[in-house]
């Protein structure tokens, strides 16, 4: 590769990476959070938290975590009923594993949430700690 073309490609490479690390300020905040740290979190809440079950409602009537409202993620509709939640009040999100918070978190990134909270293991990972259900 000759010099003009090395210096192009290594400020496009540059220009890149500092759009990208400017970008990265303005992202929404998602903490994983194991079992143990969920249960501490929701024992003592911060302010206005909403505690989001996104699997279906069959899942949902076998059992949840107490407080939870259930909007399924892979339901019609999903985007607009998180909607109307407050995308400045922090969410704790959860599903059966975790695949399913995942891509609910990054949907709601998109919508501009910015205080999320994603159970990791999902309600197994909760169930398997030997912590509280209700049905």
């Known amino acids: 590769m000759n010099r003009s073309r090395t210096r192009l490609l290594a400020a496009f ?4 990476a500092l759009l990208l690390s400017a970008c990265g300020g303005d992202t929404a ?27 279906t409602p069959e899942e949902f009537a076998e059992s949840h975590l107490a407080g939870a409202i259930n909007i399924n993620v892979e339901g019609p509709g ?8 407050d995308e400045n009040a922090p969410v704790f999100v ?10 609910a978190i990054t949907i709601m990134q998109d919508l501009g949430f910015a205080d999320l909270y994603d159970l990791d293991g999902g309600i197994v990972s909760w169930a ?6 209700e049905r």
């Open 128 to 133: 398997h700690a030997g912590l509280p259900t």
């Open 94 to 103: 959860y599903c059966r594993t975790g695949r399913r918070s995942a891509n």
């Open 13 to 16: 490479v540059l220009g890149g």
């Open 29 to 55: 905040a998602t903490e994983l959070v194991s079992a143990g740290e969920a249960h501490v979190l929701l024992a003592e809440p911060p302010a206005g938290l909403v505690v989001l079950d996104v699997r």
């Open 78 to 85: 999903f985007e607009d009923a998180v909607s109307d939640l």
